[in-house]
């Protein structure tokens, strides 16, 4: 009853694993620019906005991504703004990682030593040449292996937007095996792929945090 | 007129009450020690003169500028008094040259060859014309520390601040570093020390400032301080640290 090669399925597995490729660098590059933003108002010496960023890091920290999914996707449909899969899932994934981004490279700003700040004061150096000539070139290389590890975590939580009905890897192989009957072999194939997704940035991560670490 | 006008300054974190009415008048060139236990508010005073610590009562003017610890003063003091600290607190990803040009630069506006010839003069002055181009992590605490001190020198400042700056070296670099601050003094710069060499401090030094819980106990000219202390506290100080 099997029409389907092996090979079919793999095709149309790394097909529509695409779209996870796709759907992670969006969730990736829209986390980082939120987060960046999040970051700046985090290490502020405003109280208020220093609030509001904790406010927003603590609440898409301390919920499940696949509610902050279903939020978006239900919640604004039901404000009457019809949002596809797609953009519910861009969405909903850029809030959770640049909440975790922003966490992350507050951490390395602040993992830097006082010191740094004070001996820049005492040369006469504004915040912004002080953030731009001393501390951020120190925290990025600082945040170079965390971030990268991170996105292991973003490519993973895109599996959650099969569940809304995105056409991603995940939601292929649902696809696939209510067509085959082939469960194992199926999710077997997804999880590889995820894998082959994975274990790169993993390998990366380790490897920038050797590399980086040495050069001080 | 004093180079630093420093007139009863209290300064208080939360409740703690820490410097309670100091008066301190410095003349350029003077070179002043400052003594005391641990606690008693020394490093705190140094750094309410550059404006890095904020003071609640009194004032504090250094070469006639108010010292407050607003971003634009602390800009304009920067060239007017530089600090070095105990933990040299270089910045590790530039090298030496790059970490003593940079402020010359962004503040004093000063060209990029300008501040690399600013670098080597500073550097020879401090022993350490050889390494302009080595990253901090490569020197010796002793050099590092001298590098702090070129890179303060840079800005060219009237008055130098040190806050302890032998204190986290091996005791074989530490005699590097004070014999810096030893030609500077003889050329003139004004020296404001807090320190923990004893015979330093009665050496090389005008004035000793002794700090106790928050005040300037007792002060005076260094040799006659330490030959005759005034108070039990010094006293007893001075017999536990020598
Ligand atoms: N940033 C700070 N926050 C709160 N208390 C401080 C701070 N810095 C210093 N203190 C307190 O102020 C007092 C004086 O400290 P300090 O000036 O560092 O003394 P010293 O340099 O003579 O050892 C101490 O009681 C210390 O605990
Ligand atoms: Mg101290």
């Not at chain 1, 992670?24 to 987060?35: C, D, P």
């Not at chain 2, 040259?97 to 010839?117: F, G, H, M, Y």
């Not at chain 2, 009237?158 to 806050?163: M, P």
Request: charged content about 20%; aromatic content about 8%; some cysteine.
């Amino acid at each position: 009853m099997n029409e389907f090669t092996n090979w079919d399925i793999f095709q149309a597995l790394i097909l529509a694993a695409r779209w996870t490729v796709v759907l992670s660098l969006i969730a990736f590059l829209g986390g980082a620019s939120v987060g960046l933003l999040l970051t700046f108002l985090q290490i502020s010496s405003r109280t208020a906005l220093v609030r509001i960023a904790r406010f927003y890091v603590e609440l898409f920290q301390g919920t499940p991504l696949l509610m902050q999914l279903f939020l978006v996707f239900f919640g604004l449909s039901l404000l009457g703004i019809d949002v596809s899969p797609w953009t519910a899932a861009a969405l909903a994934l850029t809030l959770f990682s640049s909440a975790f981004l922003s966490e992350i490279w507050r951490g390395c700003i602040e993992s830097l030593p006082k010191g740094q700040w004070e001996a820049s004061r005492c040369l006469g150096l504004s915040y912004f040449e002080i953030m731009r000539h001393i501390i951020l070139p120190q925290a990025l290389k600082v945040a170079v292996a965390p971030t990268v590890g991170f996105s292991v975590q973003i490519v993973k939580g895109t599996a959650l937007a099969s569940i809304i009905g995105f056409v991603e890897l995940t939601k292929a192989g649902t696809m696939l095996n209510n067509a085959t009957f082939e469960p194992f072999k199926v999710f077997g194939m997804v999880a590889l792929i995820y894998f082959l997704l994975c274990y790169p940035l993993s390998v990366a991560s380790r490897h920038l945090e050797r590399k980086l670490n040495v050069t001080g | 007129m004093s180079l630093v006008n420093i007139d009863n300054v209290h300064k208080y974190y939360g409740d703690n009450h820490v410097l309670k009415g100091v008066d301190l008048k410095i003349k350029a060139g003077e070179v002043i020690s400052i003594i005391g236990r641990s606690g008693s508010g020394k490093s705190t005073l140094l750094r309410c003169i550059n404006g890095l610590e904020s003071y609640d009562k009194g004032g504090i003017t250094v070469d006639q500028m108010e010292v407050t610890s607003d971003e634009e003063q602390i800009r304009k003091l920067s060239k007017s008094v530089g600090m070095v600290f105990q933990s040299f607190n270089l910045f590790p990803h530039l090298t030496v040259s790059q970490n003593i040009t940079l402020a010359p630069k962004l503040v004093r506006k000063v060209s990029a060859e300008e501040a690399d010839t600013l670098a080597l003069q500073v550097l020879e002055k401090v022993g350490l014309k050889d390494k302009a181009s080595s990253y901090p992590q490569e020197l010796s605490g002793g050099q590092q520390q001298r590098v702090a001190i070129a890179r303060s020198l840079a800005m060219q400042p009237k008055v130098l601040l040190c806050d302890e700056i032998t204190s986290a070296l091996d005791p074989e670099l530490v005699g590097d570093v004070l014999n810096v601050l030893e030609e500077l003094a003889a050329e003139g710069m004004t020296l404001v020390l807090v320190t923990h060499e004893m015979n330093f401090a009665r050496d090389v030094g005008d004035r000793v400032i002794f700090m106790h819980q928050g005040k300037i106990w007792e002060s005076g000219d260094a040799k006659e301080v330490f030959a005759a202390p005034k108070t039990p506290e010094l006293q007893k100080f001075i017999d536990a640290v020598l």
